[in-house]
T-cell receptor, first 112, second 114 residues
């Protein structure tokens, strides 16, 4: 069966520091991968998606970037965090675009 | 563009009573619709989806959803609510333009009282 991992689970970082969040998927090959941000426990904002290694699409301009160095690994990064980057970050995967997405446990990021 | 609306921020129901969480959609073609649940500080869990076929879709944990094309609705239902059903529920629709991402509603908080 497929599983999706995210780490760390929680992170507290000062403004201006770098960020690296990692997501890995097990039990499937060539998944579509997604990064979402959820602010204030409500709506989801799609940040990035990837259909393959090295293929990243950004949904909104922002202080963040994403990379996919391996088939089942998706990384969310920032060079300098802003206060507005605080939130709950969710990684998800699907077999193909438009199909059911399966979410990881999330990372709670607090920027102080 | 495809979209979904969840008109209620919060739904309150007593344990043992039936529950309904509302969702309406707007699409240009045939809708692909999804329901997810999120417990505090957790990721979203997939409950069910409608692609085609029977208008009543059964999903996990005793939930079901009724697709109504004339009313453009996809309401989530359960015959008898449990306190443990208290959570945040999201409706989503597949965007058939471009990449076919999922477009999520703003969420409805369900509170089931003992």
């Amino acid at each position: 069966s497929q599983t999706i991992h995210q780490w760390p689970a929680t992170l507290v970082q000062p403004v201006g520091s770098p960020l690296s969040l990692e997501c890995t998927v097990e039990g499937t090959s060539n998944p579509n991968l997604y990064w979402y941000r959820q602010a204030a426990g409500r709506g989801l904002q799609l940040l990035f998606y990837s259909v393959g290694i090295g293929q990243i699409s950004s949904e909104v301009p922002q202080n963040l970037s994403a990379s996919r160095p391996q088939d089942r690994q998706f990384i969310l990064s920032s060079k300098k965090l802003l206060l507005s980057d605080s939130g709950f970050y969710l990684c998800a995967w699907s077999v193909k675009a438009g199909d059911t997405q399966y979410f990881g446990p999330g990372t709670r990021l607090t920027v102080l | 563009a495809q979209s979904v609306a969840q008109p209620e921020d919060q739904v309150n129901v007593a344990e043992g009573n039936p529950l309904t969480v509302k969702c309406t959609y707007s699409v240009s073609g045939n809708p692909y619709l999804f329901w997810y649940v999120q417990y505090p500080n957790r990721g979203l869990q997939f409950l069910l989806k409608y692609i085609t076929g029977d208008n009543l879709v059964k999903g996990s944990y005793g939930f079901e959803a009724e697709f109504n094309k004339s009313q453009t609705s996809f309401h989530l239902k359960k015959p008898s609510a449990l306190v443990s059903d208290s959570a945040l529920y999201f409706c989503a629709v597949r965007d058939d333009t471009g990449f076919q991402k999922l477009v999520f509603g703003t969420g409805t908080r369900l509170l089931v009282s003992p």
